[in-house]
């Protein structure tokens, strides 16, 4: 990072645009999948009551992905996955204030770009690959991995984690140059930013104290 670099953080998911992709990637395999409402039932008590106690915890949130995969090989979720990918583009809701904040960083020598969000990876990849603004940003997302017979979130990048995944990347964490989000849950990250903005359920940005 040059010494001068101003380092700006968007979220994604309610900042970019109005949806959450993860959980409508979770919907979409399991109205396609009925058969994992099963194992879903059977763990939701867990799910819930660890959600409850811990938020941001990753292993409840992991436990909910493998249910809704379970039983399904590799390749069909792979197969799958770009299904979805493909229904998203045509289903999100973009923010356009928003997206012209980021464009316009991105014209600014000066200014690194950072999008940091909850949502894997792969997903936002697949959803924004063709969108012009991928490739000159820095992307980190939550990763999922095939584990016992499934998939599961090997890393949820959400709440603290951010700050954490952030820091891996460029060291030791400097203030911020500017940070927007639609999430309480984005405060530890939000905290490192010099300038703070929320992005509101219809999309208008909001300066925050």
């Known amino acids: 990072m040059k010494p001068t670099q101003r380092i700006v953080f968007f979220d994604l998911d309610g900042t970019l645009h109005k949806q959450d992709l993860f959980g409508c990637y ?14 879903v039932i059977l763990f939701a008590p867990v799910i819930i009551g660890a959600l409850l106690v811990n938020k941001s915890a990753r292993w409840p949130v992991s436990l909910l992905l493998w249910a809704v995969t379970v039983g399904h090989s590799e390749k069909f979720l792979q197969q799958q996955e770009k ?17 012209r904040r980021l464009y316009g960083y991105l014209q600014e020598a000066d200014t690194r770009v950072w999008l940091v969000t909850g949502s894997p990876q792969s997903l936002v990849e697949g959803i924004y690959g063709s969108a012009s603004f991928l490739s000159q940003v820095s992307l980190i997302g939550s990763q999922m991995q095939r584990r016992f017979g499934g998939r599961v979130l090997s890393l949820r990048c959400f709440g603290r984690q ?16 500017s940070g927007y989000s639609d999430s309480n849950f984005d405060t530890p990250l939000m905290n490192c ?7 509101t359920a219809s999309g208008s940005i909001q300066q925050l104290d």
């Open 193 to 199: 930013c010099q300038y703070r903005w929320r992005i």
């Open 162 to 177: 951010k700050v954490i995944e952030l820091e891996q990347r460029i060291g030791c964490l400097p203030k911020l140059y």
């Open 26 to 39: 979770l919907r979409y395999c399991l109205a396609r999948q009925p058969v994992n409402l099963l194992p």
């Open 83 to 99: 299904a979805f990918c493909q229904w998203a583009q045509l289903q999100i809701t973009p923010f356009p204030a928003v997206l």
